[in-house]
């Protein structure tokens, strides 16, 4: 049911790879509209932007994030022969520890869940002790392209798997009304820079960085005596584009899913064409659109509750 004269919020921050940027732009709509983030719960990429914004580093985060190039990263590709995953993230995930420092869960200032999915069991897993950056780690480990992580003896991976925007840790928070951010909106092309291209164009055109994974993979095929041939006449779809587009629409289906089992009382939803999952060199698209969609969803949202 939704509330009137809202003050104090429970935020759900969804998954999605790079639109999760988005997440930012949505946190300064809400502070700009004077609500208060009272507890915060989140998956995979929501889950890191969370994170960031309850041990209070998502500033300094922010402005490292906006000024990535593609180029930049490149330089956080390490391929994990061998591994589970397709890349080690080593370096990446020193630099993101590097920003978030040391902090347990538990004694952060904003009550924080963070969501994986235990690959084993198949279950959902509901992290709200311990270790923030390694709460982190595991509710980001996108399968195929990280290897899974390990906590508490049990293998973690994307929470997004399971539970894409998870509504149900904050049901029974005393707050005034749960915001819910789903980053599988329609595509709508609306804000959209000029500058930022097309979906047609993004897809295209595959980022260097994919090239490199792509060739990763056509070297192991070839080692193995796999054909890779493909009909001249058939446009080709890479093992990454296939693997991301799938997360994707898996996402988006359980999403759905999930927002119909349990109706938040704001749902702010990102275009799924605000960019690629992978985009993460366009931070200041994802991150702009978050605000303008935020802020849109808020006046609708304050329209219809007026005394």
């Known amino acids: 049911m939704k ?4 003050k104090e919020i429970s935020l ?40 960031f914004y309850a041990a209070g580093k998502l500033d300094e985060y922010e402005k490292w994030v906006r000024e990535l190039t593609e ?16 890349i080690k993230g080593d370096m990446l995930m020193k630099t993101l520890k590097g920003f978030i420092g040391e902090h347990r869960i538990e004694e952060l200032p904003i009550p924080l869940t963070l969501v994986a999915t235990d690959v ?25 392209i990280f290897a899974p992580y390990p ?6 991976l994307d929470g997004g798997i399971l539970n894409p925007v998870p509504i149900a840790p904050t049901l029974r928070d005393p707050t005034d009304a749960i915001v819910a951010v789903s980053l599988s909106g ?3 092309g609306e804000h959209r820079r000029s500058d930022h291209p097309s979906a047609d164009t993004v897809a295209k055109k595959t980022p260097r960085y994919r090239d490199k994974i792509d060739a990763f993979i056509d070297l192991v095929q070839d080692k193995l005596g796999l054909d890779t041939e493909l009909d001249e006449d058939r446009e080709r779809l890479s093992i990454t584009d296939a693997g991301l587009l799938s997360l994707d629409a898996m996402q988006a289906s359980i999403a759905r899913c999930k927002l119909a089992a349990y109706p938040p009382d704001l749902l702010i939803e990102i275009p799924i064409d605000t960019c690629g999952a992978h985009e993460f060199y366009h931070a200041d698209e994802a991150i702009d659109a978050g605000e303008y969609w935020a802020t849109k969803a808020i006046r609708t949202f304050t329209a219809g509750h007026d005394d």
């Open 3 to 6: 509330r009137r004269n809202v």
């Open 12 to 51: 759900v921050l969804g998954s999605g790879g790079a639109r999760g940027l988005a997440h930012i732009g949505v946190i300064r709509a809400l502070e700009a509209h004077g609500w208060e983030i009272a507890t915060i719960a989140g998956s995979s990429m929501g889950a890191l932007i969370g994170g």
């Open 71 to 86: 180029f930049n990263v490149l330089r956080f590709l390490d391929l994990g022969w061998g591994k589970a995953g397709l």
């Open 120 to 144: 084993l069991t198949r279950q959902e897993v509901w992290l709200s002790r311990g270790d923030l950056f390694d709460a982190i780690r595991a509710s980001i480990a996108v399968p195929t």
């Open 151 to 156: 906590i508490k003896g049990r293998n973690l």
């Open 186 to 188: 329609e595509p709508r």
